[in-house]
């Protein structure tokens, strides 16, 4: 395990979005949110047998409907465009500001980099003082063959203390063939740069997960958190000659601060 600061996880990504703080009245007509930091231990890239520990920002910034943070896997600018007691809908737009690179596994030698590509979403989260669920749509704008990706979410939540948040559930993904081929396929220039056998990856399930996590509110304005997510790679991402290990778990521990 090595040490990378080069190359942080934004914003949480690698957790649901029911895995970030809850601190803010997102309804209110303000400016308000949470910044903090922490560390993070996590697969080199999707489907990599080897871990490596990276920094980890930490940030949601809202003002009224209008938000900055993490969606998904990407950072992005969202609008908050309907919400009732327990449903809010969403639509922004976004960038995996850290794409797949070459360079994140000897392994990946000859693959090339996976490009920067901008992508749009839409999202519809459900809320209550149990039950944190969700559904989020992305789709590749940028003309990069990053295709249409689902991600959907539910937790049980708890408070044995007042101070204190446990939560646990299920999350997967679903991803069409464009998406699928550009994370786990091997093209024929691909191929003959890397040794790989040419791969082609079809839309289907992606992964499977579970998630465990905890929130302590040390003070009114600060609060630390843990993650643990177990997902296991399934389908044409599971058989991709890339993967080297289908079962893949991630942890995280951070610091944030709420204004």
């Given at each position: 395990m090595?040490?990378t ?6 914003l949480?990504l690698?957790f ?6 809850a601190?803010?009245d ?5 400016f308000n949110?949470f ?6 231990v996590q697969?080199?890239y999707t489907g990599s ?7 980890l920002?930490?940030a949601?910034?809202n003002?009224g409907?209008?938000?900055?943070g993490?969606v ?13 007691e327990?449903w809010?809908?969403?639509?922004g737009a ?5 794409p797949r ?8 030698r000859g693959m090339?980099?996976i490009?920067?590509s ?5 999202s519809?989260i ?5 039950f ?5 749509l992305?789709q590749?704008?940028?003309?990069n063959q990053?295709?249409?990706r689902?991600?959907?979410y539910?937790?049980l939540s708890?408070?044995p203390?007042?101070?204190l948040r446990l939560?646990?559930?299920p999350?997967l ?11 786990y ?5 691909q ?7 040419r791969?082609d990856?079809?839309s ?12 302590y509110?040390?003070?009114a ?17 599971a ?5 080297q290990?289908k ?6 521990l ?6």
């Open positions: 090595r040490f600061p080069a190359k942080p996880l934004p949480i690698l649901s979005t029911a895995a970030l703080p601190f803010a997102e309804s209110a007509q303000n949110g910044l903090g930091a922490g560390v993070s697969p080199k047998k080897h871990n490596e520990t990276r920094f920002p930490v949601r910034l003002y409907p209008f938000f900055f993490g998904d896997t990407l950072t992005a600018l969202g609008w908050q465009f309907a919400r009732t327990h809010t809908f969403a639509v976004g960038l995996d500001l850290f690179e070459e360079s994140d596994d000897d392994y990946l090339g980099d490009k920067r901008p992508h749009a979403f839409t519809a459900y809320r209550n003082d149990l944190n669920a969700g559904v989020i992305t590749d704008i940028g003309g990053q295709g249409f689902l991600t959907s539910a937790n708890w408070r203390y007042e101070d939560f646990t559930g999350s993904s679903w991803a069409n063939s464009d998406y699928m081929q550009t994370h396929g091997v093209s024929a220039h191929s003959s740069r890397s040794g790989f056998s791969y990856a079809g289907g399930l992606e992964k499977i997960g579970w998630e465990v996590g905890m929130d509110d040390m003070t304005a600060w609060q630390v958190g843990a993650r643990v997510m177990a997902q296991r790679l399934e389908s044409d991402a058989d991709s000659p890339l993967t290990q079962d893949q778990v991630s942890y995280a951070f610091l944030a601060w709420h204004f």
